[in-house]
């Protein structure tokens, strides 16, 4: 029955935690649909492509999964062939994430534990109109 009980206990503790935070990223993606509705980035398919960076930016991964570097490794190019008011738009969309709970220094380290190559900002304060 202890075992029940603990079981129990980490499930109701695990689904406090979880429901908050999808509640706040549906709230987020909701809002940047408003945000960028003249560009041509989708900010709802860019976060949810990395979804798998969540486990290092917002909780405590030691380094980013092979699947976070893959889907940062793909948006990196397509920031590099979009044109300014497409990088604009998935700067823009990257700056509100940074307004998330996530670890900004280790968004900051992203790029480089990715190996991208136009250093993408995930930064509250970053001016996208000089990417």
């Known amino acids: 029955h202890k075992k029940e009980i603990k079981l129990f ?8 935690n979880i429901i908050p935070i999808y509640s706040l990223l549906s709230l987020f993606l909701t809002s940047l649909c408003l945000v960028l509705a003249n560009t041509d980035v989708q900010c709802t398919d860019m ?9 290092f930016l917002m909780n405590g991964d030691e380094s980013p999964s092979v699947a976070c570097c ?9 920031f590099a062939a979009s044109d300014k008011p497409d990088r ?18 280790k968004a900051a380290m992203l790029p480089a534990l990715c190996n991208l190559d136009t250093k993408i900002p995930i930064d509250p304060n970053v001016d996208c109109t000089m990417v």
């Open 88 to 105: 604009e738009g998935i700067c823009s969309c990257l700056k509100a994430a940074a307004q998330m709970p996530i670890n900004l220094e």
């Open 70 to 78: 893959s889907k940062a490794q793909a948006l990196d190019k397509q």
């Open 9 to 16: 206990i980490f499930q109701k503790n695990m689904s406090r």
């Open 47 to 55: 976060m949810t492509n990395l979804m798998p960076c969540q486990g």
